[in-house]
């Protein structure tokens, strides 16, 4: 047996609906890196145009706003997470990574020394 | 915006195969607890021969038996965890636990208080 290893997906809902994940967190942070819906969308290998989805979604789940974008000016557009979307993706991070903590921890305490039951080997 | 609330999917690879998850863990117990695969199976709305398809591919992943059956006999067929299959389910039952009371902490410490911006009421 090829050794054990945890994986653990994780997201938040509102009234059963997707309000952030992992995968969202990501686009989210690549936003405020970049400054760009554009580079962070091509930076997950997603078009413009579902990146924009993804976010509006969250967005209407939420009932407030994630990301402003600025169109035009000298750079071309700019888009930025707002305050609150930087307070969410910020607590959401904390949360996510604490879990991760806790599933390596959980894992190697319970799991890790399981062993399966030994094979003969002549 | 309703309540958020966290969700998390846990499962076990080895070497990127699926060796246990949530779902299994549920079949699995229930086989353990009622001795009958088939009484597993349709207490989980699968057929017979799909609860067993996911119990062989565990067992294929892993390299050892999870489930032994009896066929046959006064009472008709038995199945009952192996030694080494009783073992996997509680220590990943205990794994399955102390994560979800992680994600449960850290939720409340991180993103219970998450409220949107006050919206206006008149």
Known sequence: ????????????EAGDR???SDYRLRLLTL?????SLAAAA??????????WGKIRELEAN???QLVRSEVGGAGGGHSALTDEGRRLVEAYDRFRRRV????????REELESFAPPARPTA
């Not at 991760?100 to 894992?107: K, R, T």
């Open 1 to 12: 047996m090829a050794e054990l290893s945890p994986r653990c997906k994780l997201w938040l």
């Open 62 to 64: 939420l009932g407030f």
């Open 100 to 107: 991760e903590a806790a599933v390596e921890q959980a894992f």
């Open 42 to 51: 091509s930076a997950m290998g997603l078009s413009y145009r579902r990146a």
């Open 18 to 20: 997707l309000v952030m």
């Open 31 to 35: 936003v405020g890196e970049t400054g």
